[in-house]
Structures are given as C-alpha cells and as structure tokens.
C-alpha cells in the first residue's frame, strides 16, 4: 500500500453476496436458468440522504470488482482504477458513492465457471450457460436494489464494461440518470470477433483444457497466456508499441539466433501471459469474450436507432483516437444513433496514442471529462458556468481558435431566435452562445465543436456537445429536427462551403450564417490601390496563414442562394458586428453580414 | 486446370537442383554451416538472347516456387500470382524469362526443417541452423549463376519476397537493373515482430510439436493454425473483413449460445488454418518468421540511408493505403533512405481496401505499375512518352487535375533550366514538363505528383516519381540536393505556403514558382464593380468550389519573398501564359506569373 496517497479510499474489502438462491434460478438470455449465484462487490464513499449519489461501475474483461484502495497494508498494487476513483479524484469519493460489483461468468467471487454446478458437485467448466451482457447487467441491478439503491446518478465503464453502461440505459431507462460508456462499441465487427475467437481457440488447443474440466488439476495455461498476449496486441496501439518496444532487444546487443524470446516486446507479451495466467481463469475469459461477440444492440432492437428509443439518461461517450479495437468510429455509431433519437449525448474522441488502453492510461483527460460531466449532471445549477478556460487550455488553442471564441455577433444572433427553440450551433466553441439562449430564451441548446478543450468547457455547462467535424457530413441528424441550426464565421473555413450549407438547411427550420464580408469597401480599395490580398479586422490574416480559404462577399452569397433556392429571411449586414446594421449600400459597407435562411 | 484461359503458361514443373554438396557447406550469417542444399525452382518463358530479360519472383511467408500454371491437367488451382504472370500479363512471359524458387528454410522442395539432417540421419527439426534473409538471397543467387543467369533484369517480390529484393539489390548492386518491392518493409515494427512471436508461442505450445521433433508424427497442427489464424487477421484490412464477413452467421439465423465456431469470420479462419497445415510445415513457419523479425537494414547498415549507399538499381516501391502489417509509413520509409542517396526510386501508394492481401488481390492496378515500370527499364526508348491518358483514367482526375494538366507554362519554365541539370518537379503530373526537359536539355529528372494514374504515366516514361505530399515536409531531400525546383500552378493550393516553400528553397539552388495573380486588372475589376470574390481564365472556379485556397498577387508574393529574405533572381509577369511577358504595371497587367527564386 502506496501510505503516502492521500487521494486514496484506503483498505478496502470485497464483499460476497448471494444474490439469488438455488430454489429461484435466475433466467439467463439463453433460455437457460442459473442458481445460485453470489457476487463478489467493493463500494467506496456514502450513499448520501438524497439519495442521488451512486455511480456504478462496471468493469471489463480482466478487471474485478476491486476498483480503488488496497486489500491490505502488504497490498502491492491499488484497484484497477485507483487512479480513477477516490477522494478528490474524477469520480470522487467524497461526493459519491460509488460500487462495483465482479461480473456474472468471472472469476473474483461473482458465479461463473470455475464455481460449483449443485446439480454435479463439481465446477461447472463448459457446463456452465452461455451469459450475454444483458444477463450481467440483470445481475447488477439485483445486487443494487439489494443495497437499497433506487437510482444511478451514473453507471460509467470502459471496453466491455462500456457495453454494460449501453445496457444498463436501455434496459433500465429510469433508474440511470447519467451514463459514460467509453471506449466501447455497440457490437463488435469481424476483426473482434476473430482475435476473440483464434483467443479462445488456443485455449481450447491447450491439452491441459481436456474440455474444461481442468479445474483442480493443471489449468491451460499455455493457451490462456497465449489469449492474452494476442489480447494485449490489440490493447495498445501501434505507435505506442514502437515508442516503448520498437525492436530493443532484451539484453544483448547482438541476435542470439534462436529461438528465445529475445526483442523486448516478446519478453513483455510474455511477462503479460504469464502473469495473466496466475490471476484469472480460461473458462471466465471463454464466457465473458463469448459474451461480448454476441452484444449487438443493432441486432437485438433491429437497428441502432430502435435501441436507444426509450433511454432517458444523459450519454458521456468518449473514444480514444489511436483504439484500433473499439475504434472512435464505433463510439460515433453509438453517438449517431442517440442524435437519431434527439437524445441528450455528449462525446469526445481524446487524442491519445496509447490505444484501447487509453481508458486506463489517460487518466487527466479522461477524468476531465468524467468529473465534468458528472457535476454538470448532479449539480446542475453549478457555479462556474461562466467560467474561463484555464492558462493551460488557452496555451494549447491556435490563434484562430481564440479569434473564434471572440465572436462578437452572439447578441445579434440572440435577438433572432424565438424563446423555447431548439438550437445547434456548429462549431459552438465553449458554449457560450448555447449557454447564452438556454438562460435567457429557454432554449433545448446541441453543439458541434471541434477542439477536444473546448468539447470539455461545453459539457461542464451541461451541454451535449459533440466532438464532429461537419465535413464528414450529418446524416444522422434527422430532417428539419432543429428550428435553427447557427453557422457563425465558419462557412468561409470550411472545404465545401455548398455541401455543408445544403446539410443544415435539411436539418434546420432557419439556419443562421454569418462571415465576414470580401466585398467591403476596405478589401476592394487594399485589392484595387495596393494590389494586395486583403486584410482588415474581419480579415486579419496574411494571405498565407488564413484559416479563411474561401472568399466571398454578400452578392456572392446572395447569388449561391438564388442558384440553390435558398430563401434568404433576413439579412443583417453589419459595421460593428455587435451595434450597428447597415442601411444602405450594404456589400460596401458591411465589415460582416448574419443570413437567415430556409429550404423546404 | 482452366482451359479457357489463353493467358496461362500452362502445365509447368518444379525442378530440384542440388546447389550445395555435402563437402563445401554454406556459411550463414549466423555462423552457422549448411549442406547440402537443394532448391525447388520454377522457369517461365525463354531468356533472350541478349541475355538481359531475366526476372526473378521471390516469395513470401506462405508462397512456393510454383508462380504460374499448373502442375496437371487436373490441377484444380493455378500458381500463387497467376494472376501476375503469363503471356500477355504484367510479367510477361512473351517476353520475359521468368524464375522462382522456394526459399531456402521453406518446406516446398528447398532445404529446411523438414530435411533429413545428414549429421542424425532424421530430420533437422530444432536442429536446423537460423536462417535471415540473406542467406536466402545467397541460395538465389547461387540457383541463377548455375542457370548461367548473368544479370536480372528485375527482382519482384511482396512482403517477405519484397525484402528479399532489398536484400538482392544491397548485395548484389551489380547484378539487378531494377528492384521492384511490394508491400514490404525494410524491418518489422514492434506490433509484427508481437504478432509472429504469439503465432510462433502457438506452435511450440502444441503437445504435437514435441521440441520440434514431430515429423513422421502426429504435426502440431493446433498450434500452426492458431498462427496461420492470427496471420489472416493481419493479412487483411479491418475494412475488407468487414465487408467480407462483417457480423453474418454461418448458417442459422439466431445465436446458438455455445462455443461452436457461428461467426462466417470464425469459419473461414476455421479453414484457413485448416487448410494450411495440410500444405505446410510448422518448421518452416517458424524459421521464416524469424528470418523476418530480424531482417533489418537499418541495424545491419547502421543507418538505412547507408543501407542502399551502393545500390544501382532502379526501384519500384509499392505499398497499399489499408496494409496495417507492412505500412504504407514503412515503404516511404524505403523511399525516403535511396532519396536521400539520390537514388532512381519511384513509388506509389495504390489505394486498396485488402489491406496486406492487396498485393495478391490488386493484379490490375499492380499489374499496371509493374508492367509500366519493366517496360520502361527493359526498353527505355518505347514509342509512348508522348501518350496521352486513356479514357477510363481520364474520368478519374478532377476538373482541377485536369485543368492542371493543362499547364501553359511549360515553355517558359524550360527557357530558365540550364542543360545537364537536376531538377525536381513539384505536382509534376503525369511528368510531361519533366520527359521534355530530358529530351531537350538531358537534364536528371524527378517528379513529386499526388494522383495514382498520373503517378503510373510518369513511371511508364521512366521518370523517378514519388506520390508523395509535400505538405508533410521533405526532410529527406538532401540541402541544396537540386539545381532547379519546380512548383508550377500550386503554391495557392497548399495549406501551407510558406512551409512549403521554405522546405523547397533549402533543397532547390533555385525555385522555379508560378500561380495566378490575383492583383490583375480583372480580379480589382470584378470586386470593385461588382463586389464578388474574381473569377477570370486563371481563376476560373467559384468562390465555392476553387482548390485555390490562397489568394496572391505578384506584390504579396514580393514582400512575402522580402520578410523572408528569399532573393527574387528573375520575375516573369505573363498575359498569355504561353508567349507574352508583361513589360509594364505587372501586378495590374499579368495573369499569372513565374518567378526564379533562390536562399542560401
């Protein structure tokens, strides 16, 4: 035990419960029924008098219910997401309670293969039913209403513990208010589904498995550690084998020319197998990757879309840019099918070159995200709404990005939009606009932004904000689903101004635009008398170094409309963006210009 | 075998060819001797004349000598790259002689494991010698100079094959004319060098495999194809199993919640392992593989720049865009070591959803890069320089590749290049600027071009060119390494410019720039009196869809060559490109314009 850590919940002690008795056998997914099973829990911090303080969480395929602190004084090393989970940590123990229980079909204490059948008096082995994510989350929810708890401020879990969350929103719509799935997916595509498969092959293969009765006697060991180092490939990413491995060599300088593990990565994979083998066992790690080949949300409620209906939790779905298993490609399903469905969904892709892993490994970023939007969603009425970003974030955002957030035409845009609507506004920076409509018009605010710094300042508004970049297209995004959608000083960035204009005007009643005007009097005269590209204050870039790759003035954006029939509803050219209008001899005079728009 | 097919060389043998008695023993790198040594080799087609069309395939991991054809009439499957080879196919064996021969380690008829061990009388098992890729390339040239095979016109391999042919044209420069290397790497990453170690654990860990002493027993068939099972994975992209296999079950509609293989991802590694222990030797795959983790030019050479110090040949390197086993990253790598030795390499990143496969699946537009490229080399006066694209290439470029293509500069870029120069064209397209300046001032040429079909142009004109984005820097171009840089028509399409040109100046004793002036009469015309972002013939896109991202006049290209202290060493203001330089009020009266630049 690490007895300088003050951040730490201490000796901690798994507690085992039998949850369903042998005379009322819980039925699994499979058609199957199973009794008794007892699970294996650790809870840290207290349930306060309001009640709305539980966190679960759920973990993944290695992982047990021991999260945070240490079994003794002699304990070597914390819970698997110490780092995570204490007090004054992201998901703080001070302020929550939070519990974790083993899953259904492992192997730290909660009922699964290696326990004993009543019906044979012998560990189940192969004998033991098929369990499906579903199941586990069913088993989960006894154990809380065991424990008197009538509602989850928050389920959060990663990887397979990820899937769980997914379930437990579905499945149980009221009793979650919040839910964080993080690297996760929806289901598992093919190249999943074979590293899981040729995993549980070698396990199989081992001669010591002799169809899983092996318990008591010599365990597959050789099979199960080969699992996990194939497991461990697909956990960390390329780059961040090459920067801790590359092709070092264990020891000696030279190539020994044999057989032994001699370049540095072997000898981790084979540490890791090794290891793996002394701590887990081959018929949980058969069961629970079984379980997460079948977990198909799209498959079970016929499409994705259909899945996520009746959820009514908030969604924190946060990817890692470098995952190569569950991919942020994956996490963006996930995200595309609550939009579909008008949900309450944030989500950030954190740019992290440690793969899948990262759920373990980033724990600042991450726990940003998590602490964040946790106290957004138990404090909601929370003091720091109009707070600044910190130095560190603004070091870390270009000069653009800052020009950006000094927009300077929100109280135009305000006076535009009717109390009560609904709004996304892309590109929404830090929120503030949104935040802006929301306090003062009652607004149901959406933002797309692109900056992960950003993306975290909207959340902590208790915004859904969604880490997007537009260009990819909105699809998803159901047809006229917003009454304004609001591009500020973004159409003259972006690669196909035309396309992306087209997808808000099909998902928006009104869409807003504003940019800055090539056509004023001030860009003609520097173009016609020094010959020059321009540059004013709405144009304040060299012609090199502008974010700006597209120019155009209002008659050109008069003319785009005309030739896309596009209505314009009402044109605001402006001097001083924040005061002043102009009257007459607009594409002149105008520093910048705000377009109302429509397209049935 | 296939009847139908005119494009076969038919019924063909292997042949076995004793190369090392058993008195005068091979000595391998690792110290190690070996004898005998026979080879399993396949011919094709008939060696001319001039002796001088001699091509040799080597093969990869899985591969044989048999390249083509087929060994009856009844042979169901032809050769391994039939597809490749034959009269009238990429490798043409109308014309070219063509020899493949199983590698030594291999278990197809050439030396390995699986040979009876002269010293025990049984075979080598465990006791066979390590063998690198070296060694191999020694044993093929051995095989050629007892054909009496003087020099190869080309050596051609994928993957493993393809370090075969880095290690030809390192050891023997004097004998190889071109090196065509696919999909391959000049070492293995950490994450390939994780994947055959696992592969390798598979195989030893099968109670069969007995310390290698398996052969006239039972095989340790589990292991081998749980390593052939990882092996596909990595073979294909996440994308093609996706779209091959994706979720799909094998047969029933509803899950059968067991351990059978249900998955069509789980079945067809099921028979990929299957059937691959049913043609090879557990051995061998253990011997190549590790021939493979340690093959590494940059550790054998110090650097890999010093790798291909001494090369001659000409070189042909091709990636695929989804191979995540030898990465595209990997191949430029390759590029990057003969460019910094000035060496005649082109390359070309085909874009292929098969992943590390491609290069089995793409015979088309890999076909079209090796033919081109063999032609060029065997007869570099062909008829075709002044070819013209054919149609079905023609749709796949742009408006603005096109437009491009179209460039009127030409003449007047060739009257500033001094003869005997070496220049390198930036976007050379598909290398026309670059054939005339050969043919009219024997200048040394390369090209830089983005799109593959004007890629492959350039290469069947013989030209050196590199897809490549410059955008990403060129830091392997040696310091002043030209006399002339050209970058015609591009600086205001870059994100950029100023990084580019930068990077362009330090290699380039002069830079050649020409773009569109944005400061002519026409484009102050139309902004002043109509107040819309310009279009004239040298602007000719909206403002909406222009690849044009910068706009510049000769004035800001002035002070811009002013603030960074670039000397201007010649300015050409142009009316019409072709013909009419500009004498007065350039900036008002030019069109476009090509500037001569230079920075020490």
């Keep these: 035990m690490d007895t300088t850590d003050k951040n730490t919940v201490g000796i901690v002690k798994t507690n085992v419960i039998r949850l369903i008795e042998s005379d009322r056998p819980l039925k699994l997914r499979s058609g199957r029924e199973l009794a008794p099973i007892d699970v294996a829990y ?47 940590k992201a998901i703080d ?18 009922t699964g293969p290696a326990s004993i059948n009543p019906q044979t008096d012998k560990p189940y082995g192969m004998d033991f039913p098929i369990i499906t994510i579903a199941d586990m989350v069913k088993v989960q929810k006894l154990l809380l209403e065991k424990l008197g708890i009538k509602k989850l401020l928050a389920v959060i879990g990663g990887s397979i513990g990820g899937m769980q969350v997914l379930a437990w929103a579905i499945e149980y719509p009221d009793f979650v208010d919040s839910a964080i799935a993080v690297a996760t997916t929806s289901r598992l595509g093919a190249q999943s589904i074979a590293f899981d498969a040729v995993g549980r092959n070698a396990i199989v293969a081992d001669p010591n498995f002799d169809n899983g009765n092996y318990y008591g006697r010599k365990v597959p060991d050789r099979g199960l550690a080969i699992a996990r180092m194939i497991g461990h490939i697909t956990y960390l990413s390329e780059q961040s084998m090459r920067e801790k491995f590359g092709r070092q060599l264990r020891s000696a300088q030279a190539y020994s020319y044999d057989f032994d593990s001699e370049f540095a990565v072997e000898t981790y994979l084979d540490y890791k197998g090794q290891s793996f083998v002394e701590r887990f066992d081959a018929g949980s790690y058969l069961y629970i990757t079984k379980a ?48 579909a469905n008008g949900k309450d969904v944030s989500f950030c892709n954190i740019n992290s070159p440690y793969g899948h892993d990262a759920f373990l490994l980033e724990p600042e970023t991450l726990g940003n995200f998590i602490s964040g939007f946790l106290k957004a969603t138990h404090s909601p009425i929370a003091k720091d709404h109009g707070r600044q970003l910190n130095g560190a974030n603004q070091k870390t955002l270009s000069r653009f990005e800052q020009a950006q957030r000094a927009r300077v035409d929100y109280e135009l845009i305000e006076s535009l939009i009717e109390p009560d609507s609904i709004v996304l506004d892309i590109g929404c920076g830090d929120g503030e606009l949104l935040a802006r409509l929301k306090k003062d018009k009652n607004i149901k605010g959406r933002g797309i932004e692109l900056v992960e710094e950003l993306v975290l300042e909207g959340i902590r508004r208790r915004l859904p904000i969604v880490q997007y970049d537009i260009e990819r ?7 006229k689903s917003f009454d304004y959608v609001i591009l500020s ?5 972006v690669k196909n101004p035309k ?40 144009l304040p870039f060299g012609w090199h170094d502008s974010p700006n790759i597209h120019f155009l003035s209002l008659k050109d954006f008069d003319e785009f409309c005309r030739r896309l029939n596009v209505n314009i509803e009402k044109k605001m050219p402006l001097v001083k963006a924040r005061l002043s209008p102009v009257r007459f001899a607009a594409n002149l005079l105008a520093e910048q210009v705000i377009y109302v728009t429509s397209k049935d």
Aim: aromatic letters at 12%; proline letters at 3%.
């Design 499 to 538: 396309k992306v204009f087209m997808e808000l005007l099909r998902l928006g009643r009104k869409v807003i635009v504003s940019f800055p005007n090539f056509g004023h009097w001030r860009c003609r005269a520097q173009l016609l008398f020094l010959g020059k590209a321009p540059q004013t204050r709405q």
């Design 489 to 493: 000083q973004t159409l003259q960035t």
């Design 42 to 88: 650790e809870t840290y911090g207290e349930l306060n008098d309001a009640q709305d303080n539980a966190i679960l969480i759920c973990h993944a395929l290695s992982g047990d219910a021991h999260v945070a602190g240490y079994h003794s004084r002699d304990d070597k090393k914390p819970g698997w997401w110490d780092c995570m989970v204490g007090p004054g």
């Design 473 to 479: 297209g909105l699809e998803n995004y159901a047809y």
């Design 292 to 339: 997460a080949d079948y977990f198909d949300l799209a498959r079970k409620h016929r499409t994705l879309k259909k899945a996520f209906e009746k959820v009514k939790s908030r969604f924190l779905i946060v990817s890692f840019s470098s995952d190569w298993l569950f991919t942020p490609e994956q996490s963006e399903a996930i995200v595309k099918g609550l939009i």
């Design 93 to 110: 123990t001070n302020k929550y309670f939070v519990i974790c229980s083993n899953l259904l079909g492992g192997c730290s204490g909660t």
